[in-house]
Protein backbone atom coordinates (compact mmCIF):
# COMPACT_ATOMS: atom_id res chain seq x y z
CA UNK A 1 0.00 0.00 0.00
CA UNK A 2 1.38 3.34 -0.93
CA UNK A 3 1.98 5.71 2.21
CA UNK A 4 -0.95 7.89 1.28
CA UNK A 5 -3.30 5.39 1.46
CA UNK A 6 -1.47 3.88 4.92
CA UNK A 7 -1.89 7.77 5.90
CA UNK A 8 -5.05 8.13 4.80
CA UNK A 9 -6.79 4.56 5.87
CA UNK A 10 -5.36 5.98 9.45
CA UNK A 11 -7.31 9.24 8.88
CA UNK A 12 -10.21 7.63 8.12
CA UNK A 13 -10.28 5.36 10.86
CA UNK A 14 -10.02 8.04 13.20
CA UNK A 15 -12.40 9.88 11.60
CA UNK A 16 -14.87 6.94 11.55
CA UNK A 17 -14.87 6.47 15.10
CA UNK A 18 -15.21 10.18 15.77
CA UNK A 19 -18.31 9.89 13.76
CA UNK A 20 -20.19 6.28 15.31
CA UNK A 21 -19.65 7.50 18.72
CA UNK A 22 -20.48 10.96 17.71
CA UNK A 23 -17.69 13.09 18.87
CA UNK A 24 -17.63 14.49 15.32
CA UNK A 25 -19.76 15.33 12.18
CA UNK A 26 -18.59 14.05 8.83
CA UNK A 27 -18.48 17.87 7.33
CA UNK A 28 -15.93 18.58 10.49
CA UNK A 29 -13.93 15.92 9.52
CA UNK A 30 -13.71 16.53 5.57
CA UNK A 31 -12.91 20.24 6.51
CA UNK A 32 -9.92 19.22 9.29
CA UNK A 33 -8.80 16.98 6.45
CA UNK A 34 -9.55 19.05 2.75
CA UNK A 35 -6.89 16.78 0.91
CA UNK A 36 -8.93 14.07 1.07
CA UNK A 37 -12.20 15.52 1.19
CA UNK A 38 -14.47 13.73 -1.50
CA UNK A 39 -13.22 9.95 -0.79
CA UNK A 40 -13.66 10.59 2.72
CA UNK A 41 -16.88 12.88 2.75
CA UNK A 42 -18.10 9.65 0.53
CA UNK A 43 -16.77 6.73 2.96
CA UNK A 44 -17.95 8.26 5.84
CA UNK A 45 -21.29 8.39 4.70
CA UNK A 46 -21.21 4.93 3.42
CA UNK A 47 -20.37 4.29 7.30
CA UNK A 48 -23.12 5.81 8.84
CA UNK A 49 -25.57 4.58 6.06
CA UNK A 50 -23.87 0.80 6.98
CA UNK A 51 -24.55 1.37 10.60
CA UNK A 52 -28.13 2.76 10.38
CA UNK A 53 -29.59 -0.35 8.10
CA UNK A 54 -32.02 -1.77 9.91
CA UNK A 55 -30.82 -4.58 12.60
CA UNK A 56 -31.78 -7.71 11.10
CA UNK A 57 -32.84 -10.41 14.36
CA UNK A 58 -33.67 -13.92 14.13
CA UNK A 59 -36.64 -14.79 15.22
CA UNK A 60 -37.85 -15.97 18.21
CA UNK A 61 -39.30 -19.00 17.51
CA UNK A 62 -36.17 -20.12 15.59
CA UNK A 63 -33.85 -19.25 18.37
CA UNK A 64 -35.96 -21.22 20.91
CA UNK A 65 -35.58 -23.90 18.52
CA UNK A 66 -32.14 -23.95 17.47
CA UNK A 67 -31.33 -24.04 21.44
CA UNK A 68 -34.10 -27.02 22.18
CA UNK A 69 -32.19 -28.94 19.26
CA UNK A 70 -28.68 -27.61 20.52
CA UNK A 71 -29.56 -28.81 24.15
CA UNK A 72 -30.65 -32.06 23.29
CA UNK A 73 -27.64 -32.42 21.70
CA UNK A 74 -25.52 -31.75 24.16
CA UNK A 75 -27.35 -34.38 26.25
CA UNK A 76 -26.42 -37.07 24.00
CA UNK A 77 -22.93 -35.54 23.51
CA UNK A 78 -19.77 -37.74 24.60
CA UNK A 79 -18.80 -36.75 28.75
CA UNK A 80 -16.31 -33.79 28.28
CA UNK A 81 -12.80 -34.91 29.62
CA UNK A 82 -10.05 -32.54 30.35
CA UNK A 83 -7.13 -32.48 27.99
CA UNK A 84 -4.77 -34.44 30.13
CA UNK A 85 -6.78 -37.34 30.00
CA UNK A 86 -5.78 -37.63 26.24
CA UNK A 87 -2.99 -39.89 27.05
CA UNK A 88 -4.91 -42.16 28.43
CA UNK A 89 -6.82 -42.25 25.74
CA UNK A 90 -4.04 -43.52 23.18
CA UNK A 91 -2.74 -45.89 25.83
CA UNK A 92 -6.50 -47.14 25.88
CA UNK A 93 -6.63 -47.45 22.37
CA UNK A 94 -2.80 -48.54 21.54
CA UNK A 95 -3.66 -51.69 24.20
CA UNK A 96 -7.07 -52.35 22.40
CA UNK A 97 -5.16 -52.58 18.94
CA UNK A 98 -2.92 -54.95 20.78
CA UNK A 99 -5.33 -57.18 22.34
CA UNK A 100 -7.22 -56.65 18.77
CA UNK A 101 -4.13 -58.20 17.01
CA UNK A 102 -3.20 -60.75 19.50
CA UNK A 103 -6.42 -61.98 19.88
CA UNK A 104 -6.89 -61.89 16.04
CA UNK A 105 -3.82 -64.47 16.00
CA UNK A 106 -4.88 -66.74 18.57
CA UNK A 107 -8.38 -67.16 16.85
CA UNK A 108 -6.51 -67.73 13.62
CA UNK A 109 -5.02 -70.31 15.56
CA UNK A 110 -7.43 -71.86 16.93
CA UNK A 111 -9.90 -71.69 13.47
CA UNK A 112 -6.85 -73.51 11.84
CA UNK A 113 -7.49 -76.32 14.23
CA UNK A 114 -9.84 -78.05 12.04
CA UNK A 115 -8.63 -77.13 8.40
CA UNK A 116 -6.78 -79.90 6.23
CA UNK A 117 -4.61 -79.47 3.06
CA UNK A 118 -5.96 -77.55 1.01
CA UNK A 119 -7.77 -75.14 3.15
CA UNK A 120 -6.97 -71.30 3.30
CA UNK A 121 -5.68 -72.03 7.10
CA UNK A 122 -4.17 -75.08 6.57
CA UNK A 123 -0.42 -73.18 6.34
CA UNK A 124 -1.31 -71.81 10.10
CA UNK A 125 -2.16 -74.78 11.35
CA UNK A 126 1.08 -76.70 10.33
CA UNK A 127 2.57 -73.11 11.26
CA UNK A 128 1.48 -73.39 15.21
CA UNK A 129 2.42 -77.15 14.92
CA UNK A 130 5.71 -76.28 14.36
CA UNK A 131 5.93 -73.48 17.01
CA UNK A 132 4.61 -76.54 19.66
CA UNK A 133 7.10 -78.62 18.30
CA UNK A 134 10.17 -75.97 18.89
CA UNK A 135 8.80 -75.38 22.10
CA UNK A 136 8.42 -78.68 23.02
CA UNK A 137 12.01 -79.39 22.42
CA UNK A 138 12.21 -77.04 25.75
CA UNK A 139 9.61 -78.55 27.62
CA UNK A 140 10.59 -82.05 27.10
CA UNK A 141 7.65 -83.67 25.89
CA UNK A 142 8.83 -83.41 22.12
CA UNK A 143 7.49 -87.43 22.22
CA UNK A 144 4.15 -86.79 23.23
CA UNK A 145 3.83 -83.92 20.84
CA UNK A 146 5.39 -85.66 17.83
CA UNK A 147 2.83 -88.95 17.94
CA UNK A 148 0.06 -86.51 18.37
CA UNK A 149 0.79 -84.56 15.16
CA UNK A 150 1.32 -88.03 13.21
CA UNK A 151 -1.86 -89.23 14.46
CA UNK A 152 -3.26 -85.77 13.05
CA UNK A 153 -2.04 -85.93 9.83
CA UNK A 154 -3.50 -90.13 9.62
CA UNK A 155 -6.57 -88.05 10.90
CA UNK A 156 -6.38 -85.81 7.33
CA UNK A 157 -5.84 -88.32 5.52
CA UNK A 158 -8.89 -90.17 6.35
CA UNK A 159 -10.96 -86.82 6.20
CA UNK A 160 -9.64 -85.56 2.74
CA UNK A 161 -10.50 -89.48 1.95
CA UNK A 162 -13.99 -88.85 3.35
CA UNK A 163 -14.61 -86.35 1.58
CA UNK A 164 -13.43 -87.55 -1.80
CA UNK A 165 -10.49 -85.36 -2.08
CA UNK A 166 -7.15 -86.01 -2.99
CA UNK A 167 -4.94 -87.10 -0.46
CA UNK A 168 -1.75 -88.62 -1.94
CA UNK A 169 0.46 -86.18 -1.70
CA UNK A 170 -0.20 -86.12 2.29
CA UNK A 171 0.76 -89.88 2.91
CA UNK A 172 3.98 -88.33 1.71
CA UNK A 173 3.64 -85.79 5.28
CA UNK A 174 2.09 -88.91 7.20
CA UNK A 175 5.66 -90.94 6.55
CA UNK A 176 7.79 -87.87 7.52
CA UNK A 177 5.81 -87.60 10.79
CA UNK A 178 5.98 -91.42 11.03
CA UNK A 179 10.00 -90.97 10.60
CA UNK A 180 9.84 -88.29 13.53
CA UNK A 181 8.47 -90.73 15.89
CA UNK A 182 10.64 -93.34 15.34
CA UNK A 183 14.10 -91.43 15.19
CA UNK A 184 13.39 -89.56 18.14
CA UNK A 185 13.05 -93.17 20.15
CA UNK A 186 13.75 -96.35 19.89
CA UNK A 187 10.79 -98.42 21.76
CA UNK A 188 7.42 -97.69 21.10
CA UNK A 189 5.16 -96.38 23.48
CA UNK A 190 1.66 -98.38 23.77
CA UNK A 191 0.15 -95.05 21.93
CA UNK A 192 2.56 -95.31 19.04
CA UNK A 193 2.23 -98.85 18.86
CA UNK A 194 -1.48 -98.57 18.54
CA UNK A 195 -1.11 -95.56 15.79
CA UNK A 196 1.06 -97.86 13.53
CA UNK A 197 -1.67 -100.16 13.68
CA UNK A 198 -3.97 -97.50 12.92
CA UNK A 199 -1.64 -96.94 9.87
CA UNK A 200 -1.31 -99.97 9.03
CA UNK A 201 -4.44 -101.31 8.70
CA UNK A 202 -5.55 -97.66 6.40
CA UNK A 203 -2.65 -98.52 4.08
CA UNK A 204 -3.87 -102.36 3.56
CA UNK A 205 -7.39 -102.38 3.69
CA UNK A 206 -8.25 -99.05 2.56
CA UNK A 207 -9.46 -99.86 -2.02
CA UNK A 208 -6.56 -97.81 -3.89
CA UNK A 209 -4.13 -96.52 -1.01
CA UNK A 210 -2.23 -99.34 -2.17
CA UNK A 211 -1.58 -97.95 -5.38
CA UNK A 212 0.37 -94.55 -4.05
CA UNK A 213 3.71 -94.82 -4.17
CA UNK A 214 4.45 -93.46 -0.44
CA UNK A 215 2.43 -96.28 1.01
CA UNK A 216 4.90 -98.56 0.19
CA UNK A 217 7.41 -96.80 1.79
CA UNK A 218 5.75 -96.46 4.89
CA UNK A 219 4.52 -100.05 4.62
CA UNK A 220 8.29 -100.89 4.80
CA UNK A 221 8.91 -99.14 7.85
CA UNK A 222 6.12 -99.98 10.14
CA UNK A 223 5.64 -103.55 9.24
CA UNK A 224 8.89 -104.78 10.38
CA UNK A 225 8.09 -102.91 13.94
CA UNK A 226 4.82 -104.48 14.27
CA UNK A 227 6.24 -107.86 13.70
CA UNK A 228 8.72 -107.26 16.16
CA UNK A 229 6.49 -106.26 18.60
CA UNK A 230 3.52 -109.03 18.89
CA UNK A 231 3.53 -109.07 22.73
CA UNK A 232 2.76 -104.81 22.62
CA UNK A 233 -0.07 -104.29 25.22
CA UNK A 234 -3.01 -103.33 23.37
CA UNK A 235 -3.65 -99.27 23.20
CA UNK A 236 -2.38 -96.93 25.72
CA UNK A 237 -0.88 -99.22 28.50
CA UNK A 238 0.11 -97.07 31.09
CA UNK A 239 3.64 -98.03 32.04
CA UNK A 240 5.21 -96.36 28.62
CA UNK A 241 4.22 -93.25 30.22
CA UNK A 242 3.68 -93.50 34.39
CA UNK A 243 6.83 -94.10 36.39
CA UNK A 244 6.47 -97.45 37.86
CA UNK A 245 8.92 -100.01 39.27
CA UNK A 246 8.42 -103.47 38.38
CA UNK A 247 7.35 -104.15 42.08
CA UNK A 248 4.08 -101.88 42.12
CA UNK A 249 3.10 -101.45 45.92
CA UNK A 250 -0.27 -99.52 45.36
CA UNK A 251 -2.91 -101.15 47.75
CA UNK A 252 -5.69 -100.21 45.75
CA UNK A 253 -8.44 -100.45 48.15
CA UNK A 254 -10.85 -102.75 46.00
CA UNK A 255 -14.05 -100.64 46.62
CA UNK A 256 -15.19 -99.78 42.84
CA UNK A 257 -18.91 -99.48 42.46
CA UNK A 258 -20.16 -103.12 41.69
CA UNK A 259 -22.46 -103.27 38.89
CA UNK A 260 -26.10 -104.88 39.41
CA UNK A 261 -24.73 -107.48 36.83
CA UNK A 262 -22.78 -110.64 38.83
CA UNK A 263 -20.70 -111.36 35.62
CA UNK A 264 -18.35 -108.67 35.37
CA UNK A 265 -15.84 -110.11 37.70
CA UNK A 266 -15.17 -112.16 34.83
CA UNK A 267 -13.56 -109.99 31.99
CA UNK A 268 -10.77 -107.77 32.75
CA UNK A 269 -8.35 -110.08 35.04
CA UNK A 270 -6.11 -110.10 32.17
CA UNK A 271 -5.56 -106.75 31.06
CA UNK A 272 -5.17 -106.33 34.20
CA UNK A 273 -2.81 -108.41 34.85
CA UNK A 274 -0.49 -107.75 32.52
CA UNK A 275 -0.62 -104.57 33.49
CA UNK A 276 0.99 -105.34 36.92
CA UNK A 277 3.59 -107.21 35.30
CA UNK A 278 4.85 -104.81 33.34
CA UNK A 279 7.84 -105.77 30.85
CA UNK A 280 11.26 -103.87 32.28
CA UNK A 281 11.38 -102.94 28.68
CA UNK A 282 9.28 -100.06 29.48
CA UNK A 283 11.35 -97.54 30.23
CA UNK A 284 9.48 -95.20 32.72
CA UNK A 285 10.56 -91.53 31.77
CA UNK A 286 9.84 -89.78 35.12
CA UNK A 287 11.54 -91.74 37.83
CA UNK A 288 9.62 -92.94 40.77
CA UNK A 289 9.36 -91.26 43.77
CA UNK A 290 10.38 -93.05 47.25
CA UNK A 291 6.71 -93.29 48.17
CA UNK A 292 6.57 -95.63 44.92
CA UNK A 293 8.71 -98.49 45.90
CA UNK A 294 7.20 -99.86 48.88
CA UNK A 295 6.35 -103.34 49.42
CA UNK A 296 4.04 -105.07 46.63
CA UNK A 297 0.94 -106.54 46.86
CA UNK A 298 -1.00 -108.58 45.70
CA UNK A 299 -3.44 -106.72 44.39
CA UNK A 300 -6.66 -107.56 42.19
CA UNK A 301 -8.74 -104.44 41.65
CA UNK A 302 -12.37 -105.93 41.08
CA UNK A 303 -13.23 -103.76 38.17
CA UNK A 304 -16.92 -103.17 37.62
CA UNK A 305 -18.67 -101.27 35.30
CA UNK A 306 -20.82 -98.50 36.29
CA UNK A 307 -24.64 -99.17 37.44
CA UNK A 308 -25.63 -97.38 34.20
CA UNK A 309 -24.05 -99.75 31.60
CA UNK A 310 -27.08 -101.55 30.36
CA UNK A 311 -25.04 -104.34 29.29
CA UNK A 312 -23.21 -106.85 31.26
CA UNK A 313 -20.23 -106.21 29.84
CA UNK A 314 -17.88 -104.86 32.31
CA UNK A 315 -16.61 -101.10 31.14
CA UNK A 316 -14.67 -98.80 32.95
CA UNK A 317 -16.26 -95.25 33.79
CA UNK A 318 -14.79 -92.61 31.60
CA UNK A 319 -12.27 -90.53 32.58
CA UNK A 320 -11.20 -90.36 36.13
CA UNK A 321 -14.63 -90.50 38.28
CA UNK A 322 -15.02 -89.57 41.98
CA UNK A 323 -16.15 -92.93 42.89
CA UNK A 324 -12.57 -94.41 42.90
CA UNK A 325 -10.08 -91.79 43.89
CA UNK A 326 -11.16 -91.77 47.69
CA UNK A 327 -10.84 -95.32 47.79
CA UNK A 328 -6.93 -94.92 47.36
CA UNK A 329 -4.57 -94.77 50.23
CA UNK A 330 -2.80 -91.40 50.14
CA UNK A 331 0.42 -92.75 49.82
CA UNK A 332 -0.03 -95.94 46.76
CA UNK A 333 0.62 -94.53 43.23
CA UNK A 334 -2.70 -94.69 40.98
CA UNK A 335 -2.71 -97.06 39.31
CA UNK A 336 -4.51 -96.87 35.92
CA UNK A 337 -5.11 -100.50 35.55
CA UNK A 338 -7.07 -99.66 31.85
CA UNK A 339 -5.34 -97.30 29.86
CA UNK A 340 -6.73 -94.03 29.18
CA UNK A 341 -7.60 -93.93 25.51
CA UNK A 342 -4.43 -93.49 23.11
CA UNK A 343 -2.73 -93.09 26.32
CA UNK A 344 0.32 -90.48 27.11
CA UNK A 345 0.29 -88.95 30.47
CA UNK A 346 -2.94 -87.55 29.39
CA UNK A 347 -5.62 -88.13 27.25
CA UNK A 348 -4.81 -86.34 23.59
CA UNK A 349 -8.02 -85.80 22.20
CA UNK A 350 -8.08 -87.03 18.72
CA UNK A 351 -9.10 -84.54 15.90
CA UNK A 352 -12.95 -84.80 14.65
CA UNK A 353 -15.45 -83.33 13.50
CA UNK A 354 -16.70 -82.18 17.11
CA UNK A 355 -13.59 -80.68 17.97
CA UNK A 356 -13.82 -77.22 18.23
CA UNK A 357 -10.85 -74.55 17.75
CA UNK A 358 -11.49 -73.57 21.90
CA UNK A 359 -10.43 -77.11 22.40
CA UNK A 360 -7.28 -77.41 19.78
CA UNK A 361 -6.56 -73.93 21.60
CA UNK A 362 -6.58 -75.15 25.44
CA UNK A 363 -4.59 -78.37 24.59
CA UNK A 364 -2.29 -76.18 22.81
CA UNK A 365 -1.95 -74.65 26.46
CA UNK A 366 -1.78 -77.80 28.00
CA UNK A 367 1.48 -78.76 25.81
CA UNK A 368 2.59 -75.98 26.80
CA UNK A 369 2.47 -75.58 30.11
CA UNK A 370 1.70 -78.65 31.85
CA UNK A 371 4.07 -80.38 34.06
CA UNK A 372 4.57 -83.77 33.75
CA UNK A 373 2.84 -86.12 36.64
CA UNK A 374 2.14 -89.28 36.81
CA UNK A 375 -1.28 -88.82 37.63
CA UNK A 376 -2.55 -88.09 34.53
CA UNK A 377 -2.21 -83.90 35.40
CA UNK A 378 -5.64 -84.15 36.76
CA UNK A 379 -4.98 -81.30 38.94
CA UNK A 380 -4.29 -79.42 35.62
CA UNK A 381 -7.45 -77.97 33.88
CA UNK A 382 -6.14 -77.23 30.72
CA UNK A 383 -4.71 -80.66 30.08
CA UNK A 384 -8.40 -82.42 30.73
CA UNK A 385 -10.80 -81.13 28.92
CA UNK A 386 -13.25 -83.21 28.08
CA UNK A 387 -12.31 -85.08 24.63
CA UNK A 388 -14.91 -86.04 22.04
CA UNK A 389 -13.32 -88.82 20.39
CA UNK A 390 -14.55 -89.05 16.40
CA UNK A 391 -16.46 -92.34 15.70
CA UNK A 392 -13.40 -94.00 14.32
CA UNK A 393 -11.73 -93.46 16.98
CA UNK A 394 -14.70 -94.56 19.78
CA UNK A 395 -14.27 -97.94 18.96
CA UNK A 396 -10.27 -98.28 19.74
CA UNK A 397 -10.28 -96.01 22.86
CA UNK A 398 -10.46 -98.04 26.22
CA UNK A 399 -11.78 -96.22 28.70
CA UNK A 400 -9.91 -96.07 32.25
CA UNK A 401 -11.44 -95.33 35.36
CA UNK B 1 -22.62 -10.41 29.34
CA UNK B 2 -19.49 -9.79 31.33
CA UNK B 3 -15.93 -11.17 30.54
CA UNK B 4 -15.44 -12.97 33.44
CA UNK B 5 -19.46 -14.19 33.59
CA UNK B 6 -18.23 -15.37 30.06
CA UNK B 7 -14.87 -17.43 31.40
CA UNK B 8 -17.47 -19.12 34.32
CA UNK B 9 -19.83 -19.96 31.69
CA UNK B 10 -17.82 -21.39 29.85
CA UNK B 11 -16.19 -23.77 32.42
CA UNK B 12 -19.43 -24.94 33.12
CA UNK B 13 -20.72 -25.65 29.94
CA UNK B 14 -17.23 -27.61 29.28
CA UNK B 15 -18.30 -29.54 32.50
CA UNK B 16 -21.33 -30.79 30.82
CA UNK B 17 -24.06 -27.72 32.38
CA UNK B 18 -26.57 -27.69 29.27
CA UNK B 19 -27.70 -24.61 30.86
CA UNK B 20 -24.46 -22.52 30.83
CA UNK B 21 -24.20 -23.44 26.85
CA UNK B 22 -27.87 -22.09 26.48
CA UNK B 23 -26.86 -18.82 28.16
CA UNK B 24 -23.44 -18.34 26.15
CA UNK B 25 -26.02 -19.49 23.21
CA UNK B 26 -28.37 -16.91 23.72
CA UNK B 27 -26.03 -14.11 24.68
CA UNK B 28 -24.02 -14.34 20.99
CA UNK B 29 -27.12 -15.69 18.71
CA UNK B 30 -28.24 -12.61 17.14
CA UNK B 31 -24.60 -11.61 16.54
CA UNK B 32 -23.68 -14.48 14.77
CA UNK B 33 -27.03 -14.80 12.69
CA UNK B 34 -26.08 -10.66 11.65
CA UNK B 35 -22.64 -11.56 10.81
CA UNK B 36 -24.13 -14.62 8.60
CA UNK B 37 -26.86 -12.73 7.11
CA UNK B 38 -25.10 -9.80 6.17
CA UNK B 39 -22.17 -12.13 4.03
CA UNK B 40 -24.39 -14.32 2.46
CA UNK B 41 -28.02 -11.48 2.26
CA UNK B 42 -30.33 -14.48 2.15
CA UNK B 43 -31.92 -14.73 5.71
CA UNK B 44 -33.12 -19.04 5.30
CA UNK B 45 -29.70 -19.62 4.90
CA UNK B 46 -28.21 -17.22 7.41
CA UNK B 47 -30.36 -19.46 9.73
CA UNK B 48 -29.36 -22.42 8.27
CA UNK B 49 -25.59 -21.33 8.66
CA UNK B 50 -26.02 -19.87 12.19
CA UNK B 51 -27.82 -23.46 13.62
CA UNK B 52 -24.45 -25.28 12.04
CA UNK B 53 -22.05 -22.58 13.83
CA UNK B 54 -23.23 -23.46 17.32
CA UNK B 55 -23.69 -26.79 16.40
CA UNK B 56 -20.16 -27.06 15.80
CA UNK B 57 -19.49 -25.06 18.77
CA UNK B 58 -21.06 -27.21 20.66
CA UNK B 59 -19.01 -30.32 19.58
CA UNK B 60 -15.72 -28.37 19.70
CA UNK B 61 -16.08 -26.80 23.16
CA UNK B 62 -14.46 -29.45 24.93
CA UNK B 63 -10.92 -28.24 22.88
CA UNK B 64 -11.63 -24.39 23.48
CA UNK B 65 -8.88 -22.82 25.68
CA UNK B 66 -9.19 -19.36 26.85
CA UNK B 67 -6.22 -17.28 24.75
CA UNK B 68 -7.25 -14.03 26.20
CA UNK B 69 -10.18 -13.63 23.27
CA UNK B 70 -13.93 -13.30 23.79
CA UNK B 71 -15.93 -16.24 23.43
CA UNK B 72 -17.56 -14.28 20.60
CA UNK B 73 -13.97 -14.09 18.41
CA UNK B 74 -14.26 -17.70 18.63
CA UNK B 75 -17.76 -17.81 17.35
CA UNK B 76 -16.63 -15.81 14.55
CA UNK B 77 -14.09 -18.29 13.70
CA UNK B 78 -16.07 -21.03 13.80
CA UNK B 79 -18.83 -18.81 11.22
CA UNK B 80 -15.46 -17.54 9.23
CA UNK B 81 -14.82 -21.43 8.90
CA UNK B 82 -18.27 -22.32 8.02
CA UNK B 83 -18.58 -19.62 5.34
CA UNK B 84 -15.29 -20.60 3.50
CA UNK B 85 -16.55 -24.34 3.60
CA UNK B 86 -19.91 -23.05 1.83
CA UNK B 87 -18.11 -21.18 -0.69
CA UNK B 88 -15.50 -24.17 -1.49
CA UNK B 89 -19.41 -26.29 -1.74
CA UNK B 90 -20.98 -24.38 -4.05
CA UNK B 91 -18.02 -23.32 -5.78
CA UNK B 92 -18.35 -19.73 -5.80
CA UNK B 93 -16.56 -16.59 -3.91
CA UNK B 94 -17.92 -13.27 -3.52
CA UNK B 95 -15.59 -10.86 -4.93
CA UNK B 96 -15.87 -7.04 -5.80
CA UNK B 97 -16.05 -7.82 -9.37
CA UNK B 98 -19.03 -9.46 -9.13
CA UNK B 99 -22.63 -8.25 -9.72
CA UNK B 100 -25.68 -9.73 -9.86
CA UNK B 101 -28.09 -7.68 -12.25
CA UNK B 102 -31.19 -9.71 -11.31
CA UNK B 103 -31.55 -8.35 -7.81
CA UNK B 104 -29.72 -4.92 -9.04
CA UNK B 105 -31.99 -2.03 -7.72
CA UNK B 106 -33.44 -0.24 -10.32
CA UNK B 107 -32.87 3.80 -11.26
CA UNK B 108 -33.53 5.47 -8.53
CA UNK B 109 -36.37 7.75 -9.17
CA UNK B 110 -35.51 11.46 -7.61
CA UNK B 111 -39.35 11.96 -7.19
CA UNK B 112 -39.85 8.80 -5.56
CA UNK B 113 -40.77 8.89 -1.76
CA UNK B 114 -38.05 9.03 0.44
CA UNK B 115 -39.22 6.56 2.79
CA UNK B 116 -38.45 3.99 -0.72
CA UNK B 117 -35.86 5.62 -1.46
CA UNK B 118 -34.30 4.68 2.18
CA UNK B 119 -35.47 0.68 1.40
CA UNK B 120 -34.27 0.49 -1.83
CA UNK B 121 -30.59 1.91 -0.63
CA UNK B 122 -30.83 -0.46 2.13
CA UNK B 123 -31.48 -3.38 -0.40
CA UNK B 124 -28.61 -2.23 -2.52
CA UNK B 125 -26.33 -1.55 0.24
CA UNK B 126 -27.08 -5.64 1.41
CA UNK B 127 -26.58 -6.49 -1.76
CA UNK B 128 -23.30 -4.48 -2.27
CA UNK B 129 -21.55 -5.63 1.15
CA UNK B 130 -22.84 -9.47 0.40
CA UNK B 131 -20.71 -8.49 -2.91
CA UNK B 132 -17.49 -7.92 -1.00
CA UNK B 133 -14.65 -10.09 -0.63
CA UNK B 134 -14.64 -12.04 2.77
CA UNK B 135 -12.11 -10.42 4.59
CA UNK B 136 -13.67 -7.14 3.93
CA UNK B 137 -17.29 -8.27 4.63
CA UNK B 138 -16.54 -9.20 7.82
CA UNK B 139 -14.36 -6.16 8.81
CA UNK B 140 -18.05 -4.05 7.48
CA UNK B 141 -19.88 -6.24 9.65
CA UNK B 142 -17.64 -6.18 12.92
CA UNK B 143 -17.29 -1.95 12.60
CA UNK B 144 -20.25 -0.95 11.23
CA UNK B 145 -23.12 -3.15 12.08
CA UNK B 146 -21.85 -5.36 15.11
CA UNK B 147 -19.91 -1.66 16.12
CA UNK B 148 -16.56 -3.06 17.32
CA UNK B 149 -13.63 -1.32 17.87
CA UNK B 150 -10.67 -1.53 15.77
CA UNK B 151 -8.62 -3.16 18.32
CA UNK B 152 -11.57 -5.80 18.68
CA UNK B 153 -12.01 -6.30 15.40
CA UNK B 154 -8.74 -6.72 15.08
CA UNK B 155 -8.19 -9.33 17.96
CA UNK B 156 -11.69 -11.41 16.41
CA UNK B 157 -10.10 -11.45 12.75
CA UNK B 158 -6.59 -11.93 14.00
CA UNK B 159 -5.02 -9.02 12.41
CA UNK B 160 -3.11 -6.25 13.23
CA UNK B 161 -5.33 -2.89 13.61
CA UNK B 162 -3.12 -1.08 10.82
CA UNK B 163 -4.42 -4.00 8.43
CA UNK B 164 -8.16 -3.61 9.92
CA UNK B 165 -7.47 -0.02 9.03
CA UNK B 166 -6.50 -0.89 5.37
CA UNK B 167 -9.28 -3.13 4.85
CA UNK B 168 -12.07 -0.92 6.37
CA UNK B 169 -11.21 1.70 3.56
CA UNK B 170 -11.31 -0.54 0.98
CA UNK B 171 -14.28 -2.11 1.50
CA UNK B 172 -15.59 1.14 2.05
CA UNK B 173 -14.55 2.58 -1.10
CA UNK B 174 -15.39 -0.71 -2.96
CA UNK B 175 -18.83 -0.42 -0.96
CA UNK B 176 -19.49 3.25 -3.43
CA UNK B 177 -18.12 1.71 -6.57
CA UNK B 178 -20.55 -1.24 -6.04
CA UNK B 179 -23.49 1.37 -5.40
CA UNK B 180 -22.16 3.85 -7.64
CA UNK B 181 -22.92 0.81 -10.30
CA UNK B 182 -26.46 0.44 -9.12
CA UNK B 183 -27.10 4.19 -9.23
CA UNK B 184 -26.61 5.42 -6.14
CA UNK B 185 -23.76 7.60 -6.86
CA UNK B 186 -25.01 11.04 -6.12
CA UNK B 187 -23.34 12.45 -3.28
CA UNK B 188 -26.18 14.55 -2.09
CA UNK B 189 -28.14 11.69 -2.17
CA UNK B 190 -26.19 9.63 0.09
CA UNK B 191 -25.98 12.90 2.02
CA UNK B 192 -29.75 13.42 2.24
CA UNK B 193 -30.39 9.48 3.38
CA UNK B 194 -27.98 9.94 5.98
Same mark, same amino acid.
Given at each position: ???????????????????????????????????????????????????? +??????????????????????? &????????????????????????????????????????? %???????????????????????????????? $????? +???????? $? !?????????????????????????????????????????????????????????????? $???????????????????????????????????????????????????????????????????????? &??????????????????????????????????????????????????????????????????????? $? &? !?????????????????????????????? !? %? | ???????????????????????????????????????????????????????????? #?????????????????????? #??????????????????????????????????????????????????????????????????? #???????????????????????????? #?????????????????
Amino acid at each position: MPLTDEHYAHILAVCIDAVLTKRATVDACVQQYPQYADSLRQELRLALLTKK +LKPVTMSDTKVDTLQAHLMQAFD &TRKIIRPRFDMWRKNAAAIIIALLVVFAGSAGTVAASSNAL %PGDTLYAVKRWWESVVVFISTIVGNTETVLIH $LAETR +LDEIQQLR $L !RGADYATNLSDLASAIDDILRYNNDLTAREYDFLVATHQFLTQIEGVQAIPSTQTILDEIVP $LLETNPEQPPASDVLSDVPMTPTPTATVVPSVIVSPSPTVTTTPIPAITQVFTATPSVTPRIPPTPTRTSTP &TPVTPIIMPTSTQPTPTPTWTAFPTSTLAPTVTPSAPVLFVTPPANTGNFIIPQPSVTWYPWQQATWDVCY $L &T !RTVDPYGNQNDPYCNPTPIPSPDWQAAETE !R %P | MKRVEEQRMIQLAKTGDAQAFAQLYRAHVQAIFRYMYYRLNDIHLAEDMTADVFTRALKD #LPTYHDMGKPFLAWLYRIAHAR #LVDYYRKIGRRGTEDELDDSIMVQQIDEHADIQLLRKQMAQALHHAISKLIPSQQEVVVLRFIEEKS #LEETALIMDKKVNAIKALQHRALKTLAQ #LLKQMGFDGDEFLSGLS
